[in-house]
């Protein structure tokens, strides 16, 4: 089955302001941090239903290189990413 994906504002906004960060911290470390996000949310989307519940109906899927945590929801054939955020964060931070 092939899964859409929507990734939500408050996303899009989470990703822009992480990669800007790491652009201040090195030059080139966001496009290391886009690949690993990249590469994940392709995981995502080829088994979605393979990675944890975390909360209510919210799903995570952490980065390999970088301790960021994609939180998604399934519904039906479409993938919403809700969040993209560091770990070190509380869940409750954006609900």
């Known amino acids: 089955m092939g899964y859409s994906i929507k990734i939500r504002k408050r996303a899009l906004i989470e990703i822009e302001q992480s990669a800007e960060w790491f652009k201040q911290k090195k030059l080139g470390l966001e496009i290391e941090f886009l690949r690993d ?24 899927k952490f980065l390999k290189k970088f301790e ?12 919403h990413i809700l969040s993209v955020f560091h770990t070190s964060r509380s869940p409750e931070d954006w609900e």
Request: hydrophobic letters at 40%; glycine letters at 2%.
């Open 68 to 79: 960021f945590g994609i939180h998604y929801i399934l519904d039906n054939s479409t993938i």
């Open 37 to 60: 996000l990249d590469a994940t949310i392709t995981l995502v989307q080829k088994n979605p239903e393979n990675f944890q519940v975390r909360y209510k109906d919210v799903r995570v």
